[in-house]
């Protein structure tokens, strides 16, 4: 389906741009902040590409390894949702103090 495919691209160039705005970031806050919002963007890349292969099941191999994808692509999102929202609040005050 076009959507997977569009969501795979796009979370890919998001998974990019934030793993290079990790490296360019100085404060540790901010940098630890942007590397989740990367492993967001993995997770997303991870999980839509496991439901694009979960469209076209041909065998059981194939099965499982599309459930292991969309599996591992939802805890990367919900595990790096809740350390993006602690370093949140961490990089407003680091970004205050400066």
Not at 11 to 30: D, I, Q, T
Not at 83 to 97: D, G, I, P, S
Request: net charge positive; no cysteine; charged share 20%.
């Amino acid at each position: 389906m076009p959507i997977f495919i569009i969501l795979i691209i796009l979370s890919f160039a998001l998974y990019v741009f934030y793993k290079v705005s990790e490296v360019r970031a100085k404060e540790p806050f901010l940098k630890r902040w942007t590397g989740t919002k990367a492993k967001m963007a993995l997770g997303s890349f991870l999980a839509s590409f496991g439901l694009n292969e979960l469209t076209a099941v041909e065998g059981r191999v194939q099965l499982w390894v599309a459930l292991i994808f969309l599996i591992y692509g939802i805890v990367l999102l919900i595990m790096n949702y809740k350390m993006y929202k602690h370093f949140l609040t961490l990089a407003r005050e680091e970004a205050q103090k400066n």
